[in-house]
């Protein structure tokens, strides 16, 4: 029986007909790999996921944790599942041998992890975002540090988290009031309160790592006055033994509409209540240099922006399947044609709205796969391409392709999830039915890690001028190249590539009008829209892509991959020309509409 998470026929197509990845164990990080051993790591993923993840994920969302004013509460079945996740060495699955890992790369082992997210985000959540943690500590903390908290964490006995918001500042960071006062031994007092931290407090290990915003006295206003620190909830000990609790409080839980599976946490450092050695503070340690804090966060950030995008999809896609084999099998109506009231009822993939609704979820959802291995593969050769020149232009596109990695599967992958519970009719929109429960899970996903909104301004105000627009170009060209292969085949391809190289001139002339007045608060008052017009026009790139990879194998796999990127092509594409439209008007409506107004 194939899976209800994720098409592992899919996954082999992505990863070794389309990107190649058996190619990167030429390279000496990966030399010891081959496919078989990325072949039985997403094997293994699968069968982790499908037998300690999955069978919890209705109770994890209907008994959810709860906070007893001493200590949070979770069902037994999430530490008795993240155990097994640690066990399997999965938490260190792209780290170092050195710290414990297994060296696979990024793709792969991004691959391995759409499994978990797609079985059960809330508790797949823990280790995302501990594996984060760590990717931070190992670019940017000491080798002590890495001792301390990396290498446990690798071995699944702590967890981590990242501490931004505050409860006055939001997503803006210049705003954080969080203060670390230095100490005569080198380490940090810490006082201030964080909100929204996921994973923030739990018994599901024996110690939390958490990664802290905060201010030194006499700091820069703004982010640049920003340090990063280490605020370990148990002190930890030169031999690694723990100690005494540090002064990190649970003030209380945040109650979600989704993701109810991950303790949500307001946080207070230094209230008193655990006073570390008898004096005040939390007691936190710098990572790095003062006032770098946030450009070491962003290493952590961007890893959960591509990561968010790849959660979103895991939701997606699980969701499509689950709509696809109900549509299999629920029988209901009869074909137009032939309203025979005595003739049995025809399963309801047999009506075309239906089979609409379908296409349009594979399309989303596929590509939106196909969109995150692809930039997970970009970070590879970011990090180990031979060549300077490869490594510069992987870094370039995946700072371009960042804030449309996140932002387009928050956005259509939970279109598909709605398409999901619209296939059930009545039954998706009760709890007994999964689909309910994903597309509340994946509601959140275009808010955190940086809102939608976040990401256009981050699109159109950054990535797309930053180094004088080589990102762009970079982009433009390497969409060009594909159009060029797909004319030099001819047919239907060649038609395809028409019409992308029709909107991919339309994204460089608009990009060009948005920034040519001079004026940045017209252009980004239309970041959000332009963030959605290059975000299809990209996709559409990443069908033709993913068509040109299927040759001219006949098979039903292959047809439906085409079939999904006419699809792309005929639906979803044109919506981009009504808003390169509005864009080139240099539209202020929104900007010019008072408070008042309202």
């Not at 180990?384 to 992958?413: G, N």
């Not at 982009?475 to 190249?481: C, F, K, R």
């Amino acid at each position: 029986m194939n899976s209800l998470l994720l098409s592992r026929r899919d996954l082999d197509f992505l990863l070794h007909d389309w990107l190649d990845v058996t190619a990167l164990t030429t390279r000496p990080r990966f030399a010891e790999h081959d496919r078989e051993t990325f072949d039985a790591v997403l094997d293994l993923s699968e069968a982790i996921a499908t037998r300690h993840f999955a069978p919890h994920n209705k109770r994890n969302d209907t008994e959810e944790p709860w906070f007893d004013g001493e200590k949070v509460h979770i069902i037994p079945e999430v530490k008795a599942a993240l155990e097994v996740f640690a066990e399997s060495g999965l938490m260190g699955a792209a780290m170092d041998h050195e710290v414990g890992g297994q060296q696979l790369p990024t793709v792969v082992a991004n691959a391995c992890m759409a499994w978990f997210q797609a079985a059960n985000v809330g508790t797949s959540a823990y280790p995302f975002l501990t594996v984060a943690n760590a990717n931070l500590l190992l670019a940017h903390g000491s080798a002590e540090q890495v001792d301390r908290y990396v290498r446990p964490m690798v071995a699944g006995r702590y967890f981590g988290t990242m501490c931004l918001s505050e409860p006055q500042a939001g997503s803006s960071l210049a705003d954080v009031r969080t203060r670390a006062e230095e100490q005569a031994d080198g380490s940090f007092r810490l006082f201030g309160t964080k909100m929204w931290i996921s994973g923030g407090d739990h018994e599901l290990s024996e110690n939390i790592v958490h990664l802290v915003l905060a201010r030194t006295p006499g700091a820069p206003a703004g982010v640049k006055g920003l340090s990063l620190f280490v605020v370990p909830k148990y002190l930890v000990g030169d031999d690694g033994s723990l100690g005494e609790r540090n002064d990190v409080v649970l003030a209380g839980l945040n109650h979600k509409m989704g993701y109810r599976g991950t303790t949500n946490t307001l946080l207070n450092f230094g209230e008193g209540v655990h006073r570390p050695g008898g004096a005040p503070g939390a007691v936190g340690h710098l990572v790095g240099e003062r006032h770098r804090g946030l450009a070491y966060m962003f290493h952590m950030m961007n890893e959960a922006r591509t990561g968010v995008g790849l959660g979103a999809t895991a939701l997606g896609y699980t969701g499509y399947l689950h709509s696809l084999d109900y549509a299999r099998t629920r029988p209901q109506g009869r074909p137009l044609t032939g309203r025979d009231p005595e003739a049995p009822q025809v399963p309801i993939i047999e009506h075309a709205d239906v089979r609409r609704m379908l296409l349009a979820q594979k399309s989303y959802v596929e590509g939106a796969l196909a969109l995150s291995l692809y930039c997970s593969l970009l970070i590879d050769d970011e990090r180990t391409a031979p060549e300077e020149a490869e490594r510069t232009r992987a870094r370039q596109l995946l700072e371009v392709l960042t804030p449309i990695a996140k932002s387009w599967p928050s956005q259509w992958c939970l279109a598909a999830n709605d398409l999901a519970i619209q296939i059930h009719g009545g039954y998706g929109y009760t709890r007994e039915y999964n689909v309910e429960q994903q597309y509340r899970d994946n509601r959140l996903n275009p808010i955190h890690e940086g809102t939608h909104g976040i990401q256009g301004l981050d699109l159109l105000g950054r990535k797309v001028v930053m180094d004088g627009g080589a990102g762009l170009r970079l982009l433009l060209e390497t969409i060009a190249a594909t159009a060029d292969r797909a004319t030099a085949s001819g047919g239907e391809a060649a038609e395809l590539a028409a019409s992308l190289t029709r909107a991919t001139g339309r994204v460089a002339a608009t990009t060009a009008r948005l920034w040519s007045t001079g004026d940045p608060d017209t252009a980004l008052a239309n970041a959000s829209v332009y963030l959605e017009a290059v975000g299809h026009v990209v996709l559409a790139w990443i069908w033709l892509e993913q068509y040109l990879a299927t040759g001219e194998d006949a098979d039903p796999f292959h047809e439906g991959k085409r079939q999904a990127a006419r699809s792309f092509y005929r639906v979803e594409l044109p919506r981009t020309g009504p808003q390169f439209d509005l864009l080139d008007t240099l539209d202020r409506t929104a900007a010019q509409t008072a408070p008042d107004w309202f």
